[in-house]
């Protein structure tokens, strides 16, 4: 019986109607020590910290660097704490249920819930595309000096390319580009070390919250969705079930400790990473020694455009190595999408399509978008693009974020390893903080738009008409998936390796049992 379609108070076997006989990596025993235990689960949280190094992630740190220095690092900061906590429970939803976060929304709401949660789940996988789309394109433009519209159309064929060095393994794919990415970040440490930031600016942008620059609200929102994406949400749970982890209390208990631990490390990274290029943006573009021809690029800055931020440490071959390190970015960021875009398709729709055929649709969709607005927009244009597409990830998120704060907290699908009272309240007051940012974002910017654009008024009417009823849909949404009451009881790894065992031991005892007997 498919857990959908189960009775509420219904107890589901998770590991029989999965399927899942064994994982993939070996798992080591539990007497060698702590150490090796953890280097058996390192591995996703490092897959996942790289869609915090994207393209979409450098454009809105250029942007926001250049436009307000270091007033926004707090957004960075706050971000990748919240993305840490979320990331954390992700890993431990899989880890304690055995599925990941779609095949449990699969089997919790019903059909029409399911449906529009899956088609905004693709349309979060297809936004956090399109940067990489538009960054891999900005590459060949650095190198090759092609159109940008070209460049998205080559990209579409750096996938055969991806796929056909994937051959070799794909942890020899994923060090080579965090190789080449590592390379971009160790230029900036260096620029940044030779721009020297004012130390203080930097800490105060970190620690005290500010929005008083123009736009500094449109450009929090585009940081937030660049750092906290919902698709990452459904490839973490889904990654750590690659590794064997014991039924047992202690292993499942350490196997959520290592993961912890990796993701702390893993976007602790990428938190040094973001705040550099920031505060070398912001440091840069703000310089009174700046050039006229740099001036001009500060106030529009997109990543084709952001190589001369490394000219003091690479002089001339500044914009080579930056295109090699931009197209590295943006392929390892294809190896995430891809990954979510295949699990999320066989979670909710029971579907699983090969690699390579849900790498060429997800990729094929998001060129067309790229493809109309670099020929239309030129640079300028795919580069705004990016923040929109940054922007729909921030709205997308509580469709994501609210299933897993509800399925982790949960007695039913967590059992006593459910989240405690502290991270409950804490991650939910910290989501709704973000989504309560997003719907005043969305409502003010519509509703000023409304009434202040330059259309005829009744144009503006029946635009509203149309508006207004959207995110009232979309408020109704979020209310709906806070305060449902979860239905499917799910039985968890370890209380049926207790049944089992209690099993077992009842097995034994009768055994014994006859042998006494037969010995009288």
Same mark, same amino acid.
């Given at each position: 019986?498919?857990?959908?379609?189960?009775?509420?108070?219904?107890?589901?076997?998770?590991?029989?109607?999965?399927?899942?006989?064994?994982?993939?990596?070996?798992?080591?025993?539990?007497?060698?020590?702590?150490?090796?235990?953890?280097?058996?689960?390192?591995?996703?949280?490092?897959?996942?910290?790289?869609?915090?190094?994207?393209?979409?992630?450098?454009?809105?740190?250029?942007?926001?660097?250049?436009?307000?220095?270091?007033?926004?690092?707090?957004?960075?900061? %706050?971000?990748?704490?919240?993305?840490?906590?979320?990331?954390?429970?992700?890993?431990?939803?899989?880890?304690?249920?055995?599925?990941?976060?779609?095949?449990?929304?699969?089997?919790?709401?019903?059909?029409?819930?399911?449906?529009?949660?899956?088609?905004?789940?693709?349309?979060?996988?297809?936004?956090?595309?399109?940067?990489?789309?538009?960054?891999?394109?900005?590459?060949?433009?650095?190198?090759?000096?092609?159109?940008?519209?070209?460049?998205?159309?080559?990209?579409?064929?750096?996938?055969?390319?991806?796929?056909?060095?994937?051959?070799?393994?794909?942890?020899?794919?994923?060090?080579?580009?965090?190789?080449?990415?590592?390379?971009?970040?160790?230029?900036?440490?260096?620029?940044?070390? %030779?721009?020297?930031?004012?130390?203080?600016?930097?800490?105060?942008?970190?620690?005290?919250?500010?929005?008083?620059?123009?736009?500094?609200?449109?450009?929090?929102?585009?940081?937030?969705?660049?750092?906290?994406?919902?698709?990452?949400?459904?490839?973490?749970?889904?990654?750590?079930?690659?590794?064997?982890?014991?039924?047992?209390?202690?292993?499942?208990?350490?196997?959520?400790?290592?993961?912890?631990?990796?993701?702390?490390?893993?976007?602790?990274?990428?938190?040094?990473?973001?705040?550099?290029?920031?505060?070398?943006?912001?440091?840069?573009?703000?310089?009174?020694?700046?050039?006229?021809?740099?001036?001009?690029?500060?106030?529009?800055?997109?990543?084709?455009?952001?190589?001369?931020?490394?000219?003091?440490?690479?002089?001339?071959?500044?914009?080579?190595?930056?295109?090699?390190?931009?197209?590295?970015?943006?392929?390892?960021?294809?190896?995430?999408?891809?990954?979510?875009?295949?699990?999320?398709?066989?979670?909710?729709?029971?579907?699983?399509?090969?690699?390579?055929?849900?790498?060429?649709?997800?990729?094929?969709?998001?060129?067309?978008?790229?493809?109309?607005?670099?020929?239309?927009?030129?640079?300028?244009?795919?580069?705004?693009?990016?923040?929109?597409?940054?922007?729909?990830?921030?709205?997308?998120?509580?469709?994501?974020?609210?299933?897993?704060?509800?399925?982790?907290?949960?007695?039913?699908?967590?059992?006593?390893?459910?989240?405690? %009272?502290?991270?409950?309240?804490?991650?939910?007051?910290?989501?709704?903080?973000?989504?309560?940012?997003?719907?005043?974002?969305?409502?003010?910017?519509?509703?000023?738009?409304?009434?202040?654009?330059?259309?005829?008024?009744?144009?503006?009417?029946?635009?509203?008409?149309?508006?207004?009823?959207?995110?009232?849909?979309?408020?109704?949404?979020?209310?709906?998936?806070?305060?449902?009451?979860?239905?499917?009881?799910?039985?968890?790894?370890?209380?049926?390796?207790?049944?089992?065992?209690?099993?077992?031991?009842?097995?034994?005892?009768?055994?014994?049992?006859?042998?006494?007997?037969?010995?009288?």
């Amino acid at each position: 019986m498919d857990a959908a379609q189960a009775p509420a108070g219904v107890v589901v076997d998770v590991e029989a109607l999965a399927g899942r006989g064994g994982s993939h990596a070996p798992a080591a025993p539990p007497e060698e020590p702590a150490w090796k235990r953890f280097l058996c689960h390192v591995g996703p949280g490092f897959m996942v910290s790289l869609a915090y190094l994207d393209p979409g992630n450098l454009e809105t740190d250029l942007q926001a660097g250049s436009s307000h220095r270091y007033e926004l690092l707090w957004v960075i900061l %706050i971000g990748l704490i919240f993305a840490l906590i979320i990331q954390s429970l992700s890993a431990n939803l899989g880890v304690v249920t055995g599925w990941h976060l779609a095949e449990l929304c699969k089997a919790e709401y019903p059909t029409w819930v399911r449906i529009c949660l899956w088609l905004l789940a693709e349309l979060a996988v297809i936004a956090a595309d399109i940067p990489e789309v538009i960054g891999t394109a900005f590459a060949f433009n650095l190198l090759f000096h092609i159109p940008v519209w070209v460049g998205v159309l080559i990209t579409g064929s750096s996938t055969l390319l991806l796929l056909g060095l994937q051959k070799y393994g794909v942890r020899k794919l994923e060090l080579l580009v965090a190789l080449l990415v590592f390379t971009m970040a160790a230029c900036f440490f260096i620029e940044m070390s %030779i721009v020297k930031p004012p130390s203080k600016e930097v800490i105060h942008g970190l620690f005290v919250p500010s929005l008083s620059g123009s736009g500094a609200t449109g450009d929090t929102i585009a940081l937030l969705g660049a750092l906290v994406m919902p698709h990452n949400l459904f490839l973490h749970s889904a990654l750590v079930l690659s590794r064997n982890t014991p039924s047992s209390v202690r292993g499942i208990k350490d196997a959520c400790r290592f993961f912890l631990f990796e993701s702390g490390v893993a976007l602790f990274v990428a938190l040094l990473i973001n705040i550099c290029i920031v505060s070398v943006s912001g440091t840069i573009c703000n310089s009174s020694k700046l050039s006229p021809d740099d001036s001009a690029k500060c106030s529009d800055i997109t990543l084709d455009s952001s190589s001369f931020l490394l000219r003091n440490v690479l002089g001339k071959n500044s914009a080579v190595v930056y295109g090699v390190a931009l197209l590295a970015c943006g392929i390892s960021s294809t190896i995430t999408g891809t990954y979510a875009g295949q699990y999320i398709m066989q979670g909710f729709l029971d579907i699983k399509t090969k690699q390579w055929l849900r790498n060429l649709m997800t990729r094929s969709i998001a060129i067309v978008p790229s493809l109309i607005v670099a020929i239309i927009g030129g640079s300028s244009g795919a580069g705004r693009l990016i923040i929109i597409a940054s922007m729909i990830l921030s709205v997308e998120l509580p469709f994501a974020l609210i299933p897993l704060l509800k399925f982790s907290s949960s007695s039913n699908k967590m059992g006593e390893n459910k989240n405690s %009272i502290y991270i409950i309240w804490f991650s939910w007051i910290l989501g709704f903080i973000i989504i309560g940012i997003n719907i005043y974002f969305l409502s003010s910017k519509l509703v000023g738009w409304i009434f202040h654009n330059s259309m005829p008024i009744y144009a503006s009417v029946l635009i509203a008409i149309v508006v207004f009823p959207l995110m009232l849909l979309y408020i109704s949404a979020v209310i709906y998936l806070t305060f449902r009451k979860d239905t499917i009881k799910f039985a968890l790894r370890g209380e049926l390796q207790a049944v089992e065992t209690d099993k077992s031991k009842v097995a034994n005892h009768s055994s014994n049992e006859e042998n006494k007997e037969q010995l009288v």
